[in-house]
């Protein structure tokens, strides 16, 4: 097993080798397979189905790994593409922020990436992006970032 040096990253991996969010493989192994077409893995579609938040909640989880792929998925040559995905993570982070109190938005966010990012793969995608985004700066949004809004 890999050990990686940031912290949390261990926690990923061990997940990871010990069958717990294990993806399926597949031609695009960060991607992975995304059945329903709604830009989130199957595997956490599962995952956030299962957890006891509302549906609100819930959709600000899926919101969260949609950011995530995007960011893994971004041609990061193209300054535009860029911005637009660390600006769908600003959203997803205030939409989360929306949705759960204060205190405990921060852990579901983490929540999301731990899920999200799970294989050396997908660690390294997001790591390319974060790099590649360093040039780049956006504010976080003042209103509610959330795609699927209450009505």
Excluded at 55 to 69: D, F, K, P
Excluded at 79 to 92: H, N, P, Q, R, Y
Excluded at 127 to 136: D, E, T
């Amino acid at each position: 097993m890999k050990v990686f040096a940031k912290k949390g990253f261990a926690i990923i991996s061990l997940l990871v080798f010990s069958g717990w969010c294990v993806a399926q493989a597949t031609e695009d192994l960060v991607l992975g397979p995304d059945a329903d077409g709604n830009g989130v893995r199957d595997d956490v579609d599962a995952y956030v189905a299962a957890l006891p938040d509302n549906e609100s909640q819930r959709q600000a989880m899926l919101q969260l790994s949609m950011a995530l792929n995007k960011q893994m998925s971004t041609n990061l040559e193209d300054d535009k593409a860029v911005v637009a995905a660390l600006w769908d993570w600003s959203a997803a982070m205030t939409c989360a922020y929306f949705n759960y109190e204060h205190g405990s938005a921060q852990g579901k966010i983490d929540e999301a990436i731990k899920v999200t990012i799970n294989t050396p793969e997908r660690i390294e995608a997001r790591a390319k992006f974060k790099q590649a985004s360093l040039s780049h700066s956006i504010e976080l949004l003042d209103e509610n970032g959330c795609i699927h809004r209450q009505k």
